[in-house]
């Protein structure tokens, strides 16, 4: 089992829909967990990072971490044909080497 | 604000050369990573340097190295190549020594043949 789980996708949503973005982890010692956004052929952007467990907003996406489930999940509002993407989790413990999900690829269709 | 800076953009490397890759860090920046992202996959860790020591490395053949000058910039060096060593490397840089915000170049696309 890989220490960080993400379902590789593609998901397909209609312009406007609510995304709803997933990762698991097997790792209790992560304490800071992030979200990038990758398009095609560039470096990961950072989105958001939250530190242990609680929700995050940030313009249309919030982020929520569950540490008793050991589940994390980006939510990004009024997806726009921009959003396409492949997204990122990535987490890290003490040890300040992250761990990243091997992503979802994310196309909004208008 | 210039952002990380990677060079060069693409490679092709034989099995068997060495190659160096180079990580221009974001002003201010004192620590900088290196990671390798194989097609389909996430980024994977590497090296981490700060202030130019090496303050972690992941689970990478001896055949990687890397380092880090007094102006904060880093480079990656592979010895022997392999097939198998082909993959976008990025390099991200940060503040501290943590990698919540860290900030990622274009990347090194190295192909080996």
């Known amino acids: 089992q890989k220490e960080v789980e993400q379902d590789p996708g593609p998901l397909s949503v209609p312009e406007g829909a609510i995304v709803s973005l997933n990762c698991t982890y097997s790792?209790?010692?992560?304490?800071?967990f992030m979200w990038y956004r990758q398009y095609s052929r560039k470096g990961p952007e950072l989105l958001m990072y939250?530190?242990?467990?609680g929700n995050k907003e940030d313009g249309r996406f919030t982020a929520q971490v569950d540490k008793s489930s050991k589940y994390i999940s980006l939510f990004i509002r009024d997806s726009q044909p921009s959003d396409s993407a492949t997204y990122l989790c990535?987490?890290?413990?003490?040890?300040?080497?992250?761990?990243f999900g091997r992503g979802t690829s994310l196309i909004v269709h208008p | 604000d210039a952002g990380v800076t990677q060079s060069p953009t693409h490679l092709i490397k034989t099995r068997g050369q060495q190659v160096t890759l180079r990580c221009s860090p974001i002003s201010g920046h004192k620590s900088v990573s290196w990671y390798q992202q194989v097609l389909g996959q996430g980024p994977q860790f590497i090296f981490q340097y700060y202030e130019k020591e090496e303050r972690g490395r992941g689970n990478f053949p001896d055949r990687f190295s890397a380092r880090q000058f007094p102006n904060y910039s880093s480079e990656l060096n592979v010895n022997a190549l392999l097939l198998g060593d082909s993959a976008l490397y990025l390099c991200?840089?940060?503040f501290g020594t943590g990698n919540t915000e860290a900030f990622f170049g274009q990347g090194t696309r190295l192909t080996v043949v």
């Open positions: 939250t530190y242990s467990s």
């Open positions: 991200a840089s940060s």
């Open positions: 790792n209790s010692a992560f304490q800071y």
């Open positions: 990535a987490m890290e413990g003490g040890s300040y080497i992250p761990t």
